[in-house]
């Protein structure tokens, strides 16, 4: 199943923007859903990884082992800046820091605690549960649906193959398709 655009939305307007932990949550969530990152590579994300100056984020070592670019929307660069301003100091590498019970810094957000806390902030914001890898089928589902072509979405998602991208999106094919044709083809043939 995937996310929409609305409950992205929803998730994100339902969390406050006053901890680190809480900033720290909102960039997560616009990463998975406006940049399509898998949450492995999210996981494994540095700050250096963001050029924000180019607008483009690197995702390093993604599936295959391949890096890719993905365009950086404005939203996901103030994201960004709002938690690295209040980000606690930390001997990682990686972006993002888990807390631990008490709200302090526990070492590297690992992969299973981003899905505890997309699992954890849908329950508090009352809507159904929504994995990691549905925020990437929405992407894929908006940029179709608003025009993109599957070679865009495989690039973004970081697919090896474009038909690997077809096969996870024929049903929009055939939808979209007809969608289309009937839009063009209105009046015709009465």
């Known amino acids: 199943r995937r996310a929409a655009l609305d409950e992205y939305a929803s ?29 492995n590579e999210c996981a494994s994300l540095t700050a250096a990884d963001f050029r924000t100056h180019e607008h483009l984020l690197i995702v390093r070592h993604g599936k295959g082992g391949h890096d890719r670019i993905v365009p950086l ?13 209040i980000r606690p100091d930390a001997q990682t590498g990686t972006l993002f ?11 590297a957000m690992s992969s299973s605690a981003i899905y505890q806390m997309l699992r954890r902030r849908c329950r508090v914001a009352g809507m159904r549960n929504l994995n990691p890898h549905s925020f990437r089928h929405g992407l894929a589902m908006h ?22 991208t077809a096969k996870h999106y024929a049903e929009w094919l ?7 044709f009937a839009a063009k083809m209105r009046g015709v043939g009465r």
């Open 174 to 180: 055939t939808e979209g398709m007809l969608r289309e």
């Open 11 to 39: 998730l994100l307007d339902s969390i406050p923007q006053g901890s680190w932990i809480d900033l720290r949550d909102r960039l997560v969530i616009s990463v998975l859903f406006l940049c399509g990152l898998r949450r």
């Open 73 to 85: 929307l404005p939203a996901v660069e103030r994201a960004l800046v709002a938690y690295l301003w």
């Open 143 to 164: 940029l179709l649906n608003q025009g993109g072509d599957m070679s865009l979405v495989q690039k973004v998602l970081g697919h090896a193959q474009i038909t690997t």
């Open 97 to 107: 820091l888990a807390a631990n019970g008490a709200g302090k810094p526990a070492g």
